[in-house]
């Protein structure tokens, strides 16, 4: 986790450099997550690997 400059201010930051527009929170992360490899996240965010967990942990608790 970054707390200088979380990611919502990085994709901002970014979005003003490389594409001369504002980061639309809504739509440009939809369309973001929907590139993602959500294996390749799991592997290297720490943050993520331990709420997917928690999230699976718990739905098969739940019998889900």
């Known amino acids: 986790m970054n707390f200088d400059e979380?990611?919502?201010k990085l994709l901002?930051?970014?979005y003003r450099e490389k594409r001369k527009r504002t980061f639309r929170k809504v739509i440009d992360t939809?369309?973001?997550l929907g590139k993602?490899?959500?294996a390749a996240?799991?592997?290297k965010c720490?943050?993520?690997?331990?709420l997917l967990?928690?999230?699976l942990a718990r739905a098969k608790?739940?019998?889900l």
């Open 6 to 8: 979380p990611p919502a």
């Open 12 to 14: 901002e930051r970014l």
């Open 30 to 32: 939809t369309d973001l």
């Open 36 to 38: 993602l490899d959500p």
């Open 41 to 43: 996240v799991y592997d």
């Open 46 to 50: 720490p943050a993520f690997k331990a």
């Open 53 to 55: 967990d928690d999230m």
């Open 61 to 63: 608790a739940a019998g």
